[in-house]
Structure formats: structure tokens, C-alpha cells
């Protein structure tokens, strides 16, 4: 723990994004130091508030609650003159705007970057949608299903030509973490510019971006990849194995790993083989190798195996289930995942953002809020005192 404030202590967020790209973008930048304020519709709020079930026993959304950490919450209906003119005005005092409206939506409500700049020449405005604010699916209505069929990786997830997604809301992460990178990055700039930009981030071209190496071989050698249970990667034994209670992943990246494996699994046979000799050898002989690697590891239980391999050099693991994940001895030390206690003493669990900083003090993590808890005191701090005095009457 060091003594340097959080990198973003001072930026001013202005989040009018909804569901989990945006939301996960801004909270990233929250668990910098950004004050990022949410606005969110009255009375209902986020979509997210209300996905489920499963909902908490306050009866909130763990989605909601996974990426709303750190943030302040304040209503605005921009349907209405004297709330748009308001949005104006905290336009104005933002750093950063993260918008997830289609361009159809910006244009009727003047908030398109050529309109926002006009207030604030300086603001990084950055439009995270489902295909990007140019192109022919530009007003096409996207979510992060579509996104990962439309983005390629479901075609190459699963087995024999059926297409699965992907566990988890990859493409809407995926955006998030772009996004955020890009926003501090023109942040950086903007330092020594004193020039704003704009930053149009999306959902399909983030999966795509996740799967560049599928694409350029493609694209290099016309083999067209398909879903191939695991095989998929140019390396002969990279793909979960069989051991006496699961699987066990394993990945014999390089001749040096691949002759410590054989060495620790009594195939000293292969090493003297000039068949096995290169991994475009293995490659023609993969059934064969798997079939006497797992007769060996179905003897003992993968988490025997991962402490016996890893620790001499072989990279392997478990596949857990998430019960099992939360509870790994090194997801533990590293306090990855943590609770924050809310106001009636009950405790939100959160996963930490996916870096460490060793010089810097971290704050003390904020509970996600309660739909427009922050109306007050936000537009206390950011708007001038006349205009925060008529909000103040008016809410």
C-alpha cells in the first residue's frame, strides 16, 4: 500500500449508459479514482436493476450490483426540456462522457459529439454501442448475443459446427475495458493538447479483436476455423485432459515443456522418438499422446496434478466451478474477490478490478447506489449555485 493518490482522483465522469458495457466501463474508471456520476431515468432506472432472477434479498439484480461500485446516482428524464437543459450543464463541468444511445437517439437529443463539444470543446465523448456510430448496421439494435455471433467467436466455441456463447457477456467486457483504455489514453493527451476527443467503441469489433489470431489465419492461410472441441490452437497438447475426478487443462507450449511433461508422466519413450521430436510431429500424433497422457492422469485427481506439474514447470490447471474459484488459497491472497458493506449491514460481494498498484493508497469501496440517491449533493458539487438551488426546489 503506498501513498499516491488513486490516477484519476479529480476526473469528472459523466455516465448515460445503461445495462453492462457502459456500467462496466465507468465502474473501471471509478475503481481509478474517477468521480463518475450515473444518470439514470426516473422511477425505473437501469435495465440492469431489474435483471433476474436470481435477485438479492433486498431484491436487486447481481448484475446491477457487479458493475455500479463506486459510482453516484442522479434522475434525469432527458424527454423533458428542463432536464436535458440540466444534462447541459453537467456536460459542461464533465472530463469524460460515456454515452451507450444509438445515433438516431444523440440526434434527437442534440447530444451528438459535433453538438457536446460546443459546451465542451476539451470533454473526451466516448459512444459504446453494438456495431459503432458509422457503417450500414450503424441503427441496428445489438446486444452481447448478437454481438458474438455476428463478431465470429461463437463460431469457433463449442463442438461439431454447434456454435455455444460464450459463458459470460464477453463482448459487452470486452467494449468496456477498450473503451476504458481509450478514454485514459485521449485523458493522457489531453494533458498536453488540451484537446477532447471522440471515441466510438463497440461490441462487434471487440470480439473481433478477441479473436485476431483466429481471423489473420484465416486470412493468411484460407483454412476456415470451425468449433473443434479444444483443438483449435497450432499447438499439438493445449486443451483439457482427463484425470480421475475432472479435467485438467494442460498446455505443452514448447519442446522444453514438452520434455519435462513426458518426463514427469514416465513417457521418456516419446523424447527418444524422432516422431514426436517438433510440435507439427505431435500434431499428427494428438489422439495418441492424449490417449497415454490421460491413462497416466486418471490415476489421481486434477488438483494432485496441478500441484505435481505446475510446481516443475508444466503449465496446467484446474477448471473450476465458480464455488471452487471463490474459494482458490491464491484468489484468497490476492483478495480478488471482496465484499462492501452497505448501509443495513449486509455485504455486496464484488470481483476486483483485474490490476494492482503498488504506490498507490486505495480508497474504500462505495456500495452501488440507490436510483437517483446522489440528485442533491451531486448537483451541489457540479452545478453553479443558482442552477443547483432550482434542481434542489424542482426534485
Not at 435483471?51 to 432527458?78: A, C, H, M, Y
Not at 442533491?376 to 453553479?384: G, Q
Request: aromatic letters at 10%.
Amino acid at each position: 500500500m503506498g501513498n499516491l493518490e488513486m490516477p484519476l482522483k479529480g476526473i469528472r465522469v459523466l455516465d448515460l449508459t445503461m445495462s453492462y458495457a457502459g456500467p462496466f466501463c465507468t465502474m473501471l474508471l471509478s475503481d481509478m479514482g474517477a468521480d463518475v456520476v450515473k444518470v439514470e431515468p426516473p422511477e425505473r432506472g437501469d435495465d440492469s436493476r431489474h435483471w433476474g432472477p436470481p435477485f438479492t434479498e433486498q431484491g436487486v439484480s447481481p448484475w446491477f450490483l457487479s458493475v455500479n461500485r463506486n459510482k453516484r446516482s442522479i434522475t434525469l428524464d432527458i424527454n423533458q426540456p428542463d432536464d436535458r437543459a440540466t444534462l447541459q450543464e453537467l456536460i459542461k463541468k464533465a472530463d469524460v462522457f460515456v454515452l451507450s444511445l444509438g445515433l438516431k437517439t444523440l440526434q434527437k437529443y442534440d447530444l451528438t459529439y459535433e453538438k457536446v463539444k460546443q459546451h465542451n470543446p476539451a470533454i473526451i465523448y466516448c459512444s459504446i454501442t453494438g456495431f459503432g456510430q458509422s457503417g450500414p448496421y450503424k441503427n441496428r439494435p445489438c446486444y452481447d448475443l448478437i454481438s458474438e455471433g455476428i463478431g465470429g467467436i461463437m463460431s469457433v466455441t463449442g463442438r461439431d459446427n454447434e456454435p455455444e456463447k460464450v459463458g459470460t457477456a464477453a463482448g459487452d467486457i470486452l467494449a468496456a475495458h477498450n473503451a476504458c483504455f481509450a478514454i485514459v489514453c485521449c485523458l493522457y493527451r489531453r494533458i498536453f493538447t488540451g484537446e477532447g476527443d471522440y471515441i466510438d467503441a463497440n461490441l462487434v469489433e471487440s470480439i473481433m479483436s478477441f479473436i485476431t489470431p483466429r481471423i489473420v489465419s484465416y486470412m493468411s492461410t484460407g483454412v476456415l476455423p470451425v468449433p473443434d472441441s479444444n483443438q483449435s490452437t497450432p499447438i499439438a497438447i493445449y486443451q483439457p485432459l482427463r484425470t480421475k475426478d475432472g479435467y485438467l487443462n494442460v498446455a505443452i507450449g514448447n519442446d522444453k515443456i514438452w520434455e519435462r511433461a513426458c518426463k514427469l508422466l514416465g513417457f521418456e519413450e516419446f523424447l527418444e522418438s524422432d516422431a514426436y521430436k517438433t510440435n507439427a510431429d505431435r500434431r499428427e500424433r494428438r489422439l495418441e499422446i492424449i490417449e497415454s497422457f490421460e491413462k497416466v492422469l486418471m490415476t489421481r485427481d486434477a488438483q494432485y496434478w496441478f500441484e505435481y506439474l505446475s510446481e516443475k514447470g508444466v503449465p496446467c490447471g484446474p477448471i473450476y466451478y465458480i464455488n471452487q474459484l471463490v474459494e482458490d488459497p491464491h484468489v484468497k491472497y490476492r483478495k480478488t474477490v471482496y465484499h462492501i458493506q452497505d448501509d443495513e449491514g449486509g455485504e455486496i460481494p464484488q470481483v476486483r478490478a483485474p490490476w494492482k498498484l503498488g504506490e498507490t493508497r486505495e480508497g474504500s469501496p462505495r456500495v452501488p447506489p440507490r436510483l437517483g440517491e446522489h440528485n442533491r449533493e451531486v448537483y451541489e458539487e457540479w452545478l453553479a449555485d443558482s442552477e443547483a438551488d432550482r434542481i434542489k426546489r424542482s426534485k
